[in-house]
C-alpha cells in the first residue's frame, strides 16, 4: 500500500513539473523529472537525487565532487576543467568515468548531466554545516 501511494505522489509531482522540460518523451518517468520535480518543492525528487547522486559522489571523495561541478560550470570542457583542477585532461576523463560508474549519470549528456550538477548543490545545502562538504 506504502509504495502505490509513493508512486502515485511521484506521478502527479512528475504532472506538475513536466512542463518545465516542453520537450521530454511522453510518456515521460516520473524518475526522469527528477531535477524539476526536485524544483517545484518535491521532498521525495531532492531526497532521491541526494541519495542517488550526491551520496555515492561524496563517498568517492572531493576529487570527484570538485571535478564534476568544474567540469558542468566550465561548459563541460576537458581542457579548462583540467586546467582549474591542476591535472591532466585524461585524469578529468577518468574522474567524469568514475562520476558515470557511480551514479548511473554522464555528466556531459545534456539534461541528465544537468541532473548531476543539482544534486550536488541539493547534497550540499542538506549536509552544511557536516564534514567533508
Given at each position: ?6 508512486s502515485?505522489s511521484?506521478a ?9 522540460w ?9 524518475s526522469d523529472l527528477?531535477?524539476e ?5 518535491d521532498?521525495m525528487a531532492?531526497a532521491?537525487?541526494i541519495e542517488?547522486v550526491y551520496?555515492?559522489?561524496?563517498r568517492g571523495?572531493?576529487?570527484?565532487l ?5 567540469y558542468?560550470e566550465l561548459?563541460n ?10 591535472c ?6 577518468y ?5 558515470s560508474?557511480l551514479?548511473?549519470?554522464v ?7 544537468s541532473r548531476?550538477?543539482l544534486?550536488v ?5 542538506a549536509?552544511?554545516g557536516t564534514?567533508?562538504?
Open positions: 500500500m506504502r509504495a502505490a501511494a509513493r502515485a511521484a502527479l509531482a512528475g504532472l506538475r513539473a513536466a512542463v518545465a516542453p520537450d521530454a518523451p511522453r510518456p515521460v518517468l516520473a527528477l531535477p520535480r526536485a524544483l517545484d518543492g521532498e531532492r532521491e537525487l542517488q551520496e555515492p559522489l561524496q571523495g572531493n576529487a570527484l570538485d571535478t564534476v561541478m568544474t558542468l561548459g570542457s576537458l581542457e579548462a576543467t583540467a586546467g582549474c583542477c591542476s591532466n585532461p585524461n585524469t578529468v576523463r574522474r567524469l568515468r568514475r562520476v560508474e551514479t548511473g549519470v555528466p556531459g549528456d545534456g539534461v541528465a548531466g548531476s550538477g544534486a548543490v541539493l547534497g550540499r545545502l549536509h552544511k564534514a567533508g562538504t
